[in-house]
């Protein structure tokens, strides 16, 4: 299933497409939600992590605007709750990802994002 | 079908030949693999036991997820993303073999490059290096996981199968044609061995499970053999060093180059070893 947390590591790699290649853009997503497991350490050491803009962008992309725009210092427990929400309770089931630069679609299909290239397809 | 593993050449086109008899293998037998395949070993739950909370995690070639869902007793202290070119392993390793928990997984090649450069803390490559047919692409592989990591604390575990079996091993290994692996002249030129495994006797019974009708039917003969390159004495060792190479990091310990005061990069060769017929290396990038 792709959440937010793996949408975030994401890029285009078509031939050439090295700059401006990432966040790949969400449309046309179906949503499920699933409860997962709570863990606040995991969430204070991913913060750092988190590329906050793409998550941002991605998240009002789905229709979530929970998080703040500005990547907070500290997280207190609503901010836990809703960081953990939307990087790890909200699923796309379907949906496209468009490459910002070059317009690559990658197709997010049962869950499932395919990152494999259009050459490669052929079998 | 056959009953031991064999010796293969691979031919001049290495990408189909691994879609022949790797990829088109694992998806006809994902359902199958799937259930023979369920412990992971024990030096891979080690090694992400020392992984701290907060880190993101690549699983190249995660087969069916066996360790996406780990470490089991701090559920979501870490989290590992599966990546594989084999839909029916993916559908498999998502739910990890059925059960409520769904795992991150994503469709793609281990020598492609689908991520944000050093985005992940660690990468596993388990069982998965030993499926690229030539050293070029082998190396190419070593060199995604470098990539794949950060620069400054990601660590990397690769297992890759042995040309030494232990005396357990139910596989009967050719030791002919012996092919010369150097990517680099001025190595040490150890070499491996190309085979064919029937699928059926790598699982812990050997018995086959691919319905008869269904064989003759949609498989191809080649379709039960894989493909494996056999890993010989210093040679993971030697691929990751043409890696590091390739990509200008040096191999060792974190120290500062003489020639360049301001700034040095490389990878250090934690442990390496040979278990229980695989050799297993383990590195951690670093930056000064
Ligand atoms: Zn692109």
Redesign the interface.
């Known amino acids: 299933m792709v959440r937010l947390i793996t949408h975030n590591l994401l890029a285009c790699h078509a031939k050439g497409c090295t700059t401006n290649n990432f966040p790949l853009k969400l449309t046309d997503v179906k949503l499920a939600l699933r409860e997962a497991d709570f863990n606040p350490d995991f969430l204070r050491g991913f913060l750092p992590r988190v590329e906050w803009d793409a998550l941002i962008q991605a998240s009002r992309e789905i229709g979530d605007t929970s998080l703040p725009v500005e990547r907070p210092e500290m997280l207190d427990d609503d901010l836990l709750r809703q960081l953990h929400h939307v990087l790890l309770e909200i699923h796309i089931d379907e949906g496209s990802m468009t490459c910002p630069n070059c317009g690559h679609v990658y197709p997010i299909s049962n869950g499932i994002p395919n990152m494999l290239l259009a050459e490669h397809e052929i079998w | 079908m056959p009953s031991e593993v064999t010796a293969t050449a691979v031919d001049d086109n290495p990408e189909a030949y691994e879609?022949r008899h790797v990829?088109?293998v694992y998806d006809h037998i994902a359902s199958h693999f799937s259930s023979t395949r369920y412990k992971p070993w024990p030096l891979v739950s080690e090694f992400l036991l020392s992984i701290?909370?907060?880190?993101?995690g690549l699983d190249s070639g995660t087969g069916n997820g066996k360790y996406l869902g780990l470490p089991t007793d701090?559920?979501?202290?870490?989290?590992t993303?599966g990546l594989d070119?084999s839909?029916g392993l993916?559908?498999l390793a998502?739910t990890a073999g059925g059960s409520d928990k769904?795992?991150?997984?994503?469709?793609?090649?281990v020598l492609?490059?689908?991520?944000?450069?050093g985005?992940?803390?660690f990468a596993i490559s388990i069982a998965t290096i030993h499926h690229l047919a030539t050293v070029e692409r082998r190396v190419a592989g070593v060199k995604r996981l470098l990539e794949s990591v950060s620069p400054r604390h990601g660590r990397i575990l690769i297992y890759v199968w042995a040309i030494e079996q232990d005396e357990h091993s139910k596989r009967i290994i050719p030791v002919s044609t012996r092919e010369r692996i150097c990517v680099d002249a001025e190595e040490q030129c150890p070499s491996g061995q190309d085979v064919f495994v029937p699928w059926v006797l790598s699982s812990d019974n050997a018995r086959p499970k691919v319905p008869r009708g269904e064989q003759a039917q949609n498989v191809p003969p080649d379709a039960i053999r894989r493909y494996y390159h056999m890993f010989s004495g210093e040679e993971l060792r030697v691929l990751v060093q043409s890696a590091a190479k390739e990509l200008g990091l040096k191999v060792g310990p974190p120290s500062s180059n003489e020639a360049d005061a301001n700034s040095s990069e490389g990878v250090e060769i934690v442990v390496s070893g040979w278990e229980r017929s695989n050799y297993y290396i383990e590195l951690r990038r670093w930056q000064i």
Request: proline share 5%; net charge positive; no cysteine.
């Open positions: 879609q990829h088109a701290p909370a907060g880190w993101v701090h559920p979501g202290k870490f989290w993303i070119r839909q993916l559908n998502r769904i795992r991150e997984v994503v469709r793609g090649d492609d490059n689908g991520w944000r450069r985005a992940f803390d």
